[in-house]
């Protein structure tokens, strides 16, 4: 399929109800696990585009599974719609206006990221169906991307078994290939348990689970030293024993974020962490439980994918900004600092410009300085061929996970966005769809690269998804 221009007549007839989908996830900012209002919603316009229906994936209620068409190949199209803590924002205001102080907002995109997916599976449904081809559609409805690992306990638990290939993408600054570069991640608490006593009448009765968290909060900080420059550790505080100073803490929690450029370096990290949890808890007298919260692989690239969706890229060209776009998106980045605006460019390899909104594709080769974060994603990509867009939709400098990204996310620039990217998304998957030879490609790529390094999911067996994690 060279010419994709039928494929994005699909996505133009059926972006209204996507758009509105997208707006009203917005005004209903939920965080992982807890998206039950902005899932039912999904499910909602799944069943209204004529999907099939699979509830309760992998024992999550807010997972799901729409598929479409019969027999042939099967390409999955990843949705997301969990939003941050935090981050409530007015639509269209350039300046901090929460609209809940301390209430949620979807600070990462993930409203226009769900609706974007969906737009992109809708065109694939209708255009299998007019052209009378065989293959299979699916959406696959994501929870708690932001620290839940969903997508890890779907693939573990096998929705991706017949999969061909999967798609995805996630709001940025600009157009292009997502560069299939993470770290891998584990998210682990430590419960210390510790006796009580009177902290002035009996001290020396007393073992202070509080203490032991300080302790293995200063392990940790002389291990950054010595380990790799690319590792990440991070820690909040869960428990801290209550707030009365003169009871000795009998039990305190804390949560590690392990991070590491694959797997195999983030489970050696993890151990070290876990033996200064041990220390600290040896030296406090006190006793220790660690438990796995969440867990997600590293990205792998797919080599034949992003060439076919650069590709299309270069075919279809930057959104369609118009100069109301543009004033909105010049006010946005008025209140950004000038190292945000750099860090975004030097992320893509380009120089930086005088545009406030994308108005080019960054090629496929463009030398990086590459951010890293971690993603579930990962997990789908080690189990079937995966591939991935940035679809531009905001200011360019825009940081992820800030007050700027909810306030663009109902505009008319973010809409324009979402439906290119959907664009993207649909023509990428009718390759797929209609190229035996890229699918093989694609298939062959894949099992070299995990030939190396074979698959295991890191979220042990016995984990359940962390279904109360947004109440913690």
Known sequence: MNDSRDIWQFVDAKQEPLIALSDRVWAM??????????AAEHAAELERQGFRITRN????PTAMIGEAGEDGPVIA???????????S???????????????????CGHNLLGAGAMLAAVAVKDWLARNGLKGRV?????????GGAAKAFMVRAGAF?????AISWHPASFCEVMPAVSLANTRIDFTFHGRASHAAASP????????????????????REHMPGDARVHYALLETGGIAPNVVQARAKVRYSVRARDLAGMHELVERVKRVAQGAALMTETRVEPQIISAVSNLLANDPLERAMHDVLQQLGPPPFDMADRKFARAIQD?????????VYRTVGEPRGDAPLCDKIIPLDAPRNLMRGSTDVGDVSWAVPTVQAHGAMMAIGTPLHSWQVVAQGKMPAAHKGMVHVAKVMAATACKLLTDQALRDAAKADHAARTARHPYHCPIPADVAPPLDMARV
Request: aromatic share 6%; charged share 25%; hydrophobic share 35%.
């Open 29 to 38: 900012p939920e965080l992982c696990y807890a998206e039950t209002r902005s």
């Open 57 to 60: 994936v992998a024992g999550i």
């Open 77 to 87: 199209i990843l949705g997301e719609y969990d939003a941050l803590p935090g981050l």
């Open 89 to 107: 924002q007015e639509a269209g205001i350039a300046e901090p206006r929460p609209l809940e102080n301390g209430g949620n907002g979807h600070g």
């Open 138 to 146: 699916r959406y696959y409805g994501c929870p708690a991307e932001e």
């Open 161 to 165: 078994g017949d999969v061909d290939a």
């Open 204 to 223: 020396h009765l007393g073992r202070s689970a509080l203490d032991a968290v300080e302790l293995m909060s200063v392990g940790v900080n002389y291990m």
């Open 335 to 343: 209140t950004l600092t000038d190292q945000d605006i750099d860090s």
